[in-house]
């Protein structure tokens, strides 16, 4: 088993540090600012790497100052931001549920999103601020009902999946209704939507869900103590004192909020919180639920998938969500042979 180091300061502060986590988290840093300096100079006028960085510290020339940072540069702090959110909401539900499958794209989060976005396209055709809003609003919804649903002396486990699969195909036929009600403009304005992407994102996506990560990561991560400890059962964490469902609340509530977010700014793009926090704990070797490596892997994930939506297809280029559901879907089925395989489904 791994001893994490202890750094001592000066007054007595120490801090635990697992070298292993640290080394995966810093990696995953240089790939997914380096695929950013890619992805900001790909496109229909490409921009050498040298040249992206020139202008981000404001060298560039007026032209490439207008592509990079009106155009691009928004487009790349929204993947970073809706991967990062996405893999953080992932690592908690994990964690909360004790089950790799407990993410939001499972338990019918993304779909929550989907049919308050589809109620303001189809009925109210209302603008790109209030669909965001009413997907913020959905996903707010489905999580209060799937909590509301799971919950018999706390919420628990396996329960907590087996209703948001539930209330996941519930929600799915109620967007499968509103779709016939759309006349083909408003239906094909919800299939792209539903598609989740990254194109057209500007600054007015960026700034909210930025405010949002700034107020629930610090949040999370303050948490992250008390959710460690209610993955050892809830006895042991009664004994050592931890207030088990105000750890759990705090934590389900986070993770809506930061999936609804996510989904509001680019669309329900599949698979990133599912894969995140699995490929995260499989690089540290770390128990628990592995928060900060989780959300760095899902914003590299992300960017990593963007690039390839833009460049691997040719002409074709996809929206990212089309490629990170073919990646998830082989993962999906991948997990679910090894757990089955392990005897624990």
């Not at 502060?13 to 380096?34: E, K, P, Q």
């Not at 009664?238 to 609340?249: F, I, P």
Request: glycine letters at 14%; one cysteine or more; hydrophobic letters at 50%.
């Amino acid at each position: 088993m791994k001893t994490p180091r202890t750094l001592r300061a000066p007054g007595g502060l120490s801090v635990r540090l697992d070298v292993r986590a640290f080394t995966v988290v810093a990696l995953l840093l240089v790939v997914a600012l380096a695929a950013s300096v890619v992805l900001i100079g790909t496109g229909d006028f490409p921009i050498p790497a040298g040249d992206v960085l020139k202008t981000l510290v404001g060298n560039g020339n007026p032209g490439q100052e207008f592509i990079v940072t009106e155009l691009r540069l928004p487009r790349v702090l929204v993947g970073l931001l809706v991967g990062a959110s996405l893999g953080l909401g992932g690592a908690l539900f994990q964690s909360i549920s004790r089950n790799p499958l407990g993410s939001p794209d499972v338990l019918g989060l993304g779909q929550g999103s989907t049919a308050g976005a589809l109620v303001m396209i189809v009925l109210f055709s209302g603008s790109a601020t209030q669909v965001a809003l009413g997907a913020l609003v959905g996903g707010l919804a489905t999580g209060l009902a799937i909590y509301l649903l799971a919950w018999k002396q706390g919420v628990h486990g396996y329960r907590l999946v087996l209703v948001g699969i539930g209330v996941s195909a519930i929600v799915t036929a109620v967007n499968g209704y509103l779709l016939t009600k759309a006349d083909i403009v408003d239906a094909a304005r919800a299939v792209v939507w539903m598609t989740g992407s990254l194109n057209g994102r500007d600054w007015g996506q960026v700034g909210p869900l930025l405010m949002l990560c700034a107020v629930l990561v610090p949040l999370v991560l303050g948490n992250a103590r008390g959710l460690r400890m209610t993955e050892m059962g809830d006895d042991v964490s009664y004994a050592l004192g931890v207030r088990v469902e105000r750890a759990r609340l705090l934590s389900l509530v986070s993770a809506v909020l930061l999936t609804a977010g996510a989904t509001a700014a680019a669309g329900p793009v599949g698979f990133v919180a599912l894969t995140a926090p699995q490929l995260a704990r499989r690089l540290t070797g770390s128990p628990g639920p592995n928060l900060v490596p989780s959300m760095v892997m899902g914003a590299t994930l992300l960017i990593v998938a963007d690039w390839a939506s833009q460049r691997v297809f040719g002409a074709d280029q996809l929206p990212v969500g089309v490629v990170t559901g073919v990646l998830g879907g082989v993962y999906l089925l991948w997990l679910l042979v090894t757990e089955r395989r392990a005897g624990r489904i």
